[in-house]
C-alpha cells in the first residue's frame, strides 16, 4: 500500500515504480478501473522521467546506486555497456547499484555528464554517441552472429575477410 500523504489538499503518490524512494507526485496522476482492479496512469512519464534525472544529476550530493540504476535505465544502457563505457567490469557496476560498493567520483561525474548529454543539455555528438550505443544494444540483443572460418581466420558473415 502506498504511503498516504498530502500536499494542501491534494493527496501524495508515492512513486516507487521509479525505484526511487524518495518521489512523491501532486497531480498527474490519475486512478481507473482495470482488469485487476483500479489502476494507476501517470500523464507524461517521458517527462516526469527527464524531470527525476534532471533532479538527481543536479544535486551537490553522492549518487545512490538506485539512482545510477534509474539514471542508466533511462539511458537505455546496460550494466555490460556503462561497465565498458568506465573501463570496470560488469559487477563492478553491479555492486554500485545493489549499493555494495561506494561509486567513485570520476563515475560519478561521467554518469551526470551523459545522463545530461542523453536528455540533450549538452553537446549534440555525445548524445548522438549514445543514440548509436542504444540501438547498437537493441540490435545485438536481437541479431545472431554468424562467423565464417575464411583463410585469415575468421570474420563476420557478410564482411569481407581481412
Do not use: C
Amino acid at each position: 500500500m502506498k504511503d498516504a500523504m498530502t500536499h494542501g489538499q491534494e493527496e501524495l503518490y508515492h512513486y516507487t515504480e521509479s525505484g526511487l524512494d524518495y518521489i512523491y507526485l501532486v497531480g498527474g496522476v490519475e486512478y481507473v478501473a482495470g482488469p485487476r482492479g483500479k489502476q494507476v496512469v501517470i500523464r507524461e512519464i517521458d517527462g516526469l522521467h527527464n524531470a527525476i534525472g534532471r533532479f538527481i544529476i543536479n544535486e551537490k550530493r553522492d549518487l545512490t546506486g538506485k539512482e545510477l540504476r534509474f539514471l542508466r535505465h533511462e539511458m537505455l544502457m546496460s550494466q555490460a555497456t556503462l561497465a565498458s563505457l568506465m573501463n570496470v567490469g560488469e559487477q563492478t557496476v553491479h555492486r554500485w547499484e545493489a549499493g555494495k560498493s561506494e561509486i567513485p567520483k570520476p563515475a560519478e561525474a561521467l554518469i551526470r555528464l551523459l545522463y545530461n548529454e542523453h536528455l540533450g543539455d549538452g553537446d549534440n555528438e555525445i548524445k548522438s554517441s549514445l543514440k548509436r550505443i542504444a540501438a547498437l544494444e537493441d540490435k545485438m540483443d536481437r541479431q545472431n552472429l554468424t562467423l565464417v572460418d575464411g583463410t585469415n581466420g575468421w570474420y563476420p558473415e557478410g564482411q569481407l575477410a581481412a
